[in-house]
């Protein structure tokens, strides 16, 4: 099988930086090392006890078990759309314009299939989430990055966009809540991105999984006049419900587009179990305000304190306004780049934190710090740092 090659297109792409560098962190616990992971946006908590509780009784029904709609089930959609009215206030028809996701990656791969023909250019921030690049990669789009900045609170610069030559984008990809930096959503952002895709001709695409992390607003790009027609809306259960492991997302938009994505999507997979679907809409229509402020604001708020001490302790500055499950910092001048301080507290310090660049090369100077492990352990976390920075 020597003349047996790999497709062309992974070329342009590596393996995961999280899939890579975790194998080196467990060959290091394997040594004994015991490394506190402060890396990874999965949440530790569970899920609340009527989700599980429905996903079992699902699970014990005998006719629960057959393959269902690759659409999602009626009460996962229309689940779906009472969450969009209830904590956004925006009106979504269940049957039309909301599509369960495996996920926001698998709405990534699908959105960019049902719109970007190879050779047409995306619209991705830097810094950003990776996936937007490599997907739009491998299948054969070209990135155009757009810059954003700690000076403009990490928000896209639309006198910029505008100078760039935009004749053969088709999509932009936004995230806001912003992961890595934690930019918070605003509404001024919105309608200048509601403007810009009508203006252009462009689909905007916001990725939202973090508007309950941190946050005593929710906003959605949906709340902007006339956002359907022209954007579309990924959120996510995994963040904001601690499901990160059942793989449910949403994507929110026309009925056109959703149609277009509906024929990537029931040419790729089939819809997700039953007892998932059910158990989803269970907690999307009975988790309250006081669930959400327990687990996503006093809790994350809790651990959020003991990161900021951390990122002190390494002399990094940071936005004390920033949102979301993780806290962003960058680096003093004295390092000379990013992985001079990220490689000493993970081999002298034993705590791994992900290194800025990752994300782009805006994201360089930068250390990204998660709030999803518990607060003692964050603590730890800290003692060690302690002892080897301030020596």
């Known amino acids: 099988m020597k003349n047996v090659r790999p497709a062309n297109r992974l070329d342009n792409v590596q393996e995961y930086y999280f899939s890579r560098k975790l194998k080196e962190v467990a060959k290091l616990n394997s040594e004994g090392l015991d490394i506190i992971s402060l ?11 009527q989700t599980v509780k429905k996903l079992c009784e699902v699970a014990a029904m005998p006719d629960a078990h057959g ?22 206030g925006v009106d979504i028809d269940g049957n039309q314009e909301v599509l369960p996701l495996i996920g926001s990656k698998e709405g990534i791969l699908h959105v960019t299939l049902a719109f970007v023909n190879p050779g047409d250019q995306v619209l991705v921030p830097n810094p950003g989430y990776p996936t937007y690049t490599s997907l739009s990669t491998l299948l054969g789009a070209e990135v155009v990055n757009y810059d954003l900045r700690e000076d403009n609170s990490w928000q896209p610069d639309f006198e910029a966009l505008e100078k760039m030559d935009l004749s053969r984008v088709k999509l932009m990809w936004t ?26 001709s ?4 916001n990725d939202n999984p973090y508007s309950f992390i941190l946050n005593e607003e929710r906003l959605s790009i949906m709340q902007i006049e006339g956002a359907k027609d022209c954007c579309i809306e990924f959120n ?8 990160p492991g059942w ?10 587009f959703i149609s277009w994505i509906m024929k990537v999507k029931s040419n790729i997979d089939s819809g997700t179990f039953r007892g998932l679907q059910l158990a989803a809409a269970e907690a999307l229509t009975t988790n309250d305000e006081e669930w959400h402020r327990q687990a996503n604001i006093q809790t994350y708020r809790e651990r959020r304190n003991v990161a900021e001490e951390i990122m002190r302790t390494l002399n990094c500055t940071y936005d004390p306004q920033q949102v979301g499950m993780f806290l962003w910092g960058k680096i003093p001048e004295s390092y000379d780049n990013v992985e001079q301080l990220t490689e000493r507290v993970l081999h002298e310090a034993r705590v791994f934190i992900t290194p800025g660049f990752i994300f782009g090369t805006n994201g360089s100077r930068y250390i990204r710090i998660s709030l999803c492990a518990k607060k003692e352990k964050i603590e730890e976390a800290l003692d060690r740092i302690k002892a080897v920075f301030q020596q």
Not at 39 to 49: E, F, N
Not at 202 to 205: A, F, K, L, S, T
Not at 236 to 243: C, D, I
Request: overall charge positive.
């Open 39 to 49: 890396a990874i946006g999965s949440p530790d908590m569970p899920p609340s006890p």
């Open 67 to 88: 393959y269902q709609p690759t659409m999602g089930t009626p009460e996962l959609r229309h689940a779906m759309a009472a969450f969009y009215k209830k904590w956004y």
């Open 175 to 200: 995230n806001y809540p912003n992961m890595p930096t934690g930019g918070a959503a605003q509404r001024s952002t919105y309608q200048k991105l509601v403007d810009f895709a009508r203006k252009h």
């Open 202 to 205: 462009i689909v905007v695409v």
């Open 236 to 243: 996510s259960m995994s963040k904001s419900h601690n499901m």
């Open 247 to 256: 793989r449910v997302g949403m994507c929110i938009t026309n009925p056109t």
